[in-house]
């Protein structure tokens, strides 16, 4: 029953989106860490994700019912039942909430209620099942947890807050239009109007190549920022150059599903070091 559990919470969205938020702060903190605050702050909106993506779980199931991918997951198959998923999604929420409201401020607090309520209705219940645009809709709750980050330690929107939800916000789209590519049929067969779907493939690789364009800008632009090292600005122009590279040659490849999985794995690296650069921007030169 435990792994049920467990399970619901999408476990690799939830690390994922943690991640995020881990970064933001090691950025904002710039060598400075309250350890306490970083604590709150990394468990409470952990817990806040987790409550998201349980609800979720709850949300769809009817659409997970239909795709081979999440026809497995607990809900569908019995081993977790309707009323505890409901109970588990909103006690995670509400200690989630409690505990950034009681250790961490209200910027932090806002963005973590902007996050779940854009996740769960405005997207899940909403955006995803209606319109092409879900998954724009998607990406700014997907692009909360590394606002939550940064104002926890820097409270309030300054350039580098700004950029920072730009280019998690950007990066979305490229990553999940390409998943959108290769599971086409899945989607088509749900009736989960995704790009691929409703625009053609072509029209969403010339969409993916767009926003590996903005999310490779939006890098750069935190190079300005005050708290970004030269590391950081070396690191964005390699990998950003390859990235761009890659998504061009979607642009004429044949080989649709292939290339899609060559995009979404390496969209998905340039998360982690993008991650793990800004994490350590403190102590590279």
Known sequence: MFSGYYKLIKPRVM???LITTIAGFLFAA????????????????????????????????DIDAKMERTKSRPLITGEVS??????????LGILGLAMLIAWTNRWVVGVGIFGFVTYVWLYGALGKRKSVHGTL????????????????VQPGLDAAAVILFLIIFFWQMPEFYSISIYRKVEYAKAGIPVSSVVRGVDATKRQIFVYTVLTVASMMG???TPLASLSYLVVVLVFGAYWLQL???????ENNDV???RNFHFALWVLVIFCLIISLNPFVP
Do not use: K, M, R
């Open 15 to 17: 690390y994922g989106n």
């Open 30 to 61: 710039d060598g400075h860490i309250d350890l306490g605050l970083f604590l709150a702050t990394a468990i409470g909106t952990g817990l806040v994700i987790s409550s998201a993506c349980v609800i979720n779980n709850y949300l769809d199931q």
């Open 82 to 91: 309707q009323t505890g998923a409901v109970v588990y999604g909103a006690t």
């Open 137 to 152: 809709v998607g990406s700014l709750s997907g692009a909360a947890p590394i606002l939550a980050g940064y104002v926890a």
């Open 222 to 224: 935190l190079a300005a």
């Open 247 to 253: 998504t061009a040659e979607g642009l004429v490849t």
């Open 259 to 261: 290339w899609a999985h």
